[in-house]
């Protein structure tokens, strides 16, 4: 029986499609050649009993899980072809009917790419900021340079001060008994800095070194601990030691020193305002790109299937624990830090989701429009920079990496097109925008195609 398939609303689709007799025998019993060790039969070792016992004992539907997950890929690829369909998400799979004698229907529900009707996509104005670096700009990051350069010298004839870095233990107390994570030893704080709870660094301030002191204080409403929320608290405090930073001076030598290139501080100071307004430059042309890649995708009509918006969900939570582990940091440790449930947070990305898989679509459907293609020496470099990353070849990286991310390699690379393809004749403006859609459209090429088998007071 021919696939059919039942359009839903949203551009889901529902295929159907059926494995013929003969094909689910054979997965059936390459099934249970995977399953074998595992059955038991009386009169038999374990491991030991042939298909035929083994189908009879415990029923032939003991293998259809295993079976059907053997052809479900091939049956979805070939009823795709004969339907002329592409799948833009992840299929659910449901089994209408299986036997040995009659093979098995079986369902796939999926999203299918949106028409999309693209508005002006020539000569977009959007707006660009201007590249304004003042004397203020580049003193702050000469005040940088100096910090770090600086030496800590102790302090000994005066009480602490704003500004003073100092070292501290410090117990604190909630309702008499001490608290996880209020305990601290050899903590070095800057006061004024805001590191501690409200109220706690300014009243360190005015105490001498040696001095034993307590500080009461009130967690915040918002603090991230439920149980400290809105709490009064007390810290028992030793005051162990005051420093403060001592800079060099803005001269000749400090220039040498900073700079590999500068031989006097007068040109220290003009590279350090060449690469602010370099970087200003292309901060200024990244939300000139963002603005136009908005204009157009607001300009576009389609219907986004929500099924598209939660896989990308899926897949910014995964980037973000990514990120988190990589600091140290399990993804539910910071769930628990921040206060919020996981769907708290899916709720959070939801938005930053739907604007990427919006304009998504809009640049796959104009690089469609424009006839624009990725070569195979635009894959290569792409694969080349992934090799380089993980330490392979690209002849590897050929053979582990482009079966399974090719698709995901070309849409990347066809958006980057589309993407410089508005830019070739987008026109600046001076006037910024009011509007509340996201900019974070991400089209620069962000997979790394991976594929090894993967508390205390302060505020």
Excluded: C, W
């Excluded at 659910?92 to 999309?116: C, I, N, Q, R």
């Excluded at 006097?264 to 430059?281: H, V």
């Excluded at 963002?290 to 300009?299: D, F, H, S, T």
């Excluded at 929500?306 to 440790?333: K, T």
């Amino acid at each position: 029986m021919p696939a059919s398939v039942e359009k839903l609303d949203h551009n889901m689709v529902k295929v159907t499609a059926d494995v013929d007799a003969e094909t689910f025998k054979k997965a059936l019993q390459e099934a249970f050649r995977k399953n074998q060790k595992h059955f038991q039969i009386p009169g038999f070792r374990k491991g030991k009993a042939p298909y035929g016992m083994v189908k009879n004992y415990y029923g032939e539907g003991v293998l259809y899980e295993d079976a059907i997950e053997l052809v479900m890929d091939d049956t979805l690829k070939n009823a795709l072809t004969e339907l002329s369909l592409e799948n833009a998400s992840r299929p659910v799979v449901d089994v209408v009917d299986a036997s040995s004698e009659k093979g098995a229907t079986l369902t796939y529900l999926f999203a299918v790419m949106p028409e999309v009707a693209l508005g002006q996509t020539e000569k977009i104005e959007a707006y660009r900021p201007p590249v304004n670096v003042t004397d203020e700009d580049v003193q702050k990051e000469i005040d940088k340079d100096l910090d770090k350069a600086s030496r800590l010298v102790p302090v000994e004839d005066r009480a602490a001060a704003v500004g003073d870095i100092v070292t501290l233990d410090y117990t604190g107390y909630v309702d008499g008994e001490a608290f996880e994570g209020g305990k601290g030893d050899d903590h070095e704080l800057t006061l004024g800095s805001g590191q501690f709870i409200p109220g706690f660094e300014e009243a360190v301030v005015g105490h001498s070194k040696g001095e034993e002191f307590n500080i009461d204080v009130k967690f915040p409403d918002d603090y991230g601990h439920e149980s400290l929320k809105g709490k009064d608290a007390m810290f028992e405090v030793l005051l162990k030691d005051i420093r403060i930073k001592e800079r060099p001076e803005p001269d000749d030598e400090f220039a040498k020193d900073m700079s590999e290139e500068a031989e006097t501080f007068a040109e220290y100071r003009q590279a350090i305002r060449d690469r602010l307004e370099k970087t200003a430059g292309e901060q200024a042309e990244k939300r000139f790109r963002n603005e136009v890649i908005a204009n157009v995708v607001a300009a576009a009509d389609l219907d986004v299937p929500p099924v598209l918006i939660d896989e990308r969900v899926n897949e910014l939570i995964s980037d973000q624990a990514l990120q988190l582990r990589n600091m140290g940091l399990e993804f539910e440790q910071y769930l628990q830090y921040t206060g919020m449930t996981l769907n708290d947070f899916r709720r959070q990305m939801r938005p930053q989701a739907a604007t990427q898989v919006r304009a998504s679509i809009v640049l796959n459907a104009l690089a469609k429009e424009k006839n624009l293609e990725v070569t195979d020496e635009e894959i290569d470099e792409v694969l080349g920079e992934i090799a380089e990353r993980q330490g392979m070849t690209l002849d590897v990286a050929r053979e582990q990496i482009l079966p399974q991310y090719k698709n995901e390699i070309v849409a990347d690379k066809l958006s980057q097109k589309a993407v410089d393809y508005l830019m070739e004749t987008a026109v600046a403006t001076d006037v910024e925008p009011v509007h509340d859609h996201d900019h974070d459209h991400d089209h620069e090429h962000h997979h790394d195609h991976d594929h090894d088998e993967e508390n205390n007071t302060e505020d």
